[in-house]
């Protein structure tokens, strides 16, 4: 079967799993053998509380770097049909172009309204990796960090933990888990197979991630988006025995995933073009190279985004800043967060992925 074939399956499993209820369904196979089970015949809730069964739903997802459509109708069986435009070849199979390597960071609000969220992202997340792993073959070296979008919850002056210390920084990877009503990063080992602040793929990744990304939401509802990410790129993080020592490298492909359900207010400098230009400075100003996938709130609102209630944990804020910062790059997704699954906003953004893989600069 071709790359491209291979792709329009995994597409049309991600799809499903954003429809995805409890029981039954479909089973994709990560490398080294974890899986995953899908189904779209029951009804979904989003994150700002609207329900639609799946005898009504119908979806489509925009692939923003091929000008394609995939559409999905559920029947009245609760079957999944997939109608796949005609996409281009994506590349990335084949040949000893484009990017080998993939470093994929996760900036996640561990706010107080954002347990739902989490959730879904960590729920969508060994499919979107499958995917990537299928349709680009060549791109078999992974590095995957989380880390949160703020530093101290709300204790002022907090007593950082000596073994355990990069909780406690803006930007730091997460390696430990969250427990319930914990501050994020403050539990046990998530056990990374690398012995790294970062995951690098193998058959415990799905549990990896899950682990390290159940931030909490033990978090500041002053997040710092911008902040947190840039820090995490930083060139004092990277430094031997700094927390993401190792994480980031010159030759691979920068993947920035962000989830948010409010704006960020607090990042200094607090503009979209200083944030931008940051990013792009860590990959040594080769701006292609980077991949940038919101999930927020939108601007203008996404529909069925209800206003952010803290009560209920539904609805978002808008986006206006980190959507400017987003679509400043080449390469970027939108998405929004009150969805009820982000497979279809992960789905989206792999032909975005492997163009930006195929064209690839690497360092000089």
Same mark, same amino acid.
């Given at each position: ?16 799993? @954003?429809? &995805?209820?409890? *029981?039954?369904?479909? =089973?994709?196979?990560? #490398?080294? +053998? $974890? /899986?995953?089970?899908? %189904? ?11 329900? @639609?069964? &799946?005898?009504? *739903?119908?979806?489509? =997802?925009?692939?923003? #770097?091929? +000008? $394609? /459509?995939?559409?999905? %109708? ?11 435009? @005609? ?7 084949? =040949? ?269």
């Amino acid at each position: 079967m071709s790359n491209l074939g291979r792709l329009h399956l995994v597409l049309a499993l991600l799809v499903a799993v @954003a429809c &995805s209820g409890d *029981s039954g369904g479909t =089973t994709a196979t990560l #490398s080294g +053998g $974890a /899986t995953t089970t899908a %189904t779209a015949t029951t009804a979904t809730t989003s994150a700002s509380g609207t329900t @639609a069964t &799946s005898a009504e *739903s119908e979806s489509s =997802t925009s692939v923003a #770097s091929t +000008g $394609a /459509t995939a559409s999905t %109708t559920v029947d009245d069986t609760g079957g999944l049909k997939l109608d796949v435009g @005609a996409l281009k070849d994506l590349g990335g199979g084949g =040949t000893d172009e484009g990017c080998k390597k993939i470093d994929f960071l996760f900036v996640i609000d561990n706010s107080n309204s954002m347990a739902n969220e989490q959730q879904l992202l960590v729920d969508a997340f060994p499919d979107f990796i499958a995917a990537i792993e299928d349709g680009l073959p060549v791109a078999t070296d992974y590095h995957i960090g989380v880390t949160k979008t703020d530093i101290f919850g709300f204790d002022e002056d907090p007593t950082p933990d000596p073994q355990n210390p990069c909780p406690y920084v803006l930007g730091g990877l997460l390696a430990t888990a969250t427990p319930a009503a914990a501050k994020t990063g403050t539990g046990a080992s998530c056990n990374f197979a690398s012995g790294e602040q970062y995951m690098t793929g193998g058959p415990a990744l799905a549990a990896e991630f899950a682990c390290a990304a159940a931030v909490g939401t033990k978090g500041n509802t002053g997040e710092y988006q911008a902040g947190a990410t840039l820090a995490a790129l930083s060139d004092a993080l990277a430094q031997p025995g700094a927390c993401n020592e190792g994480f980031l490298r010159d030759d691979a492909l920068l993947i920035v995933t962000l989830i948010t359900d409010e704006d960020d207010d607090w990042s200094d400098p607090d503009n979209a073009q200083a944030w931008f230009d940051g990013v792009v400075a860590a990959k040594d100003g080769v701006e292609t190279n980077i991949v940038f996938l919101l999930i927020s709130g939108g601007e203008p609102k996404w529909p069925g985004c209800g206003p952010l209630d803290f009560n209920t944990n539904t609805g978002a804020d808008a986006s206006t800043k980190l959507t400017e910062w987003a679509t400043k790059f080449t390469n970027h997704q939108l998405g929004s967060v009150c969805e009820a699954g982000y497979a279809g906003d992960l789905s989206a953004a792999l032909a975005i992925i492997a163009t930006a893989c195929e064209e690839f600069t690497p360092p000089s």
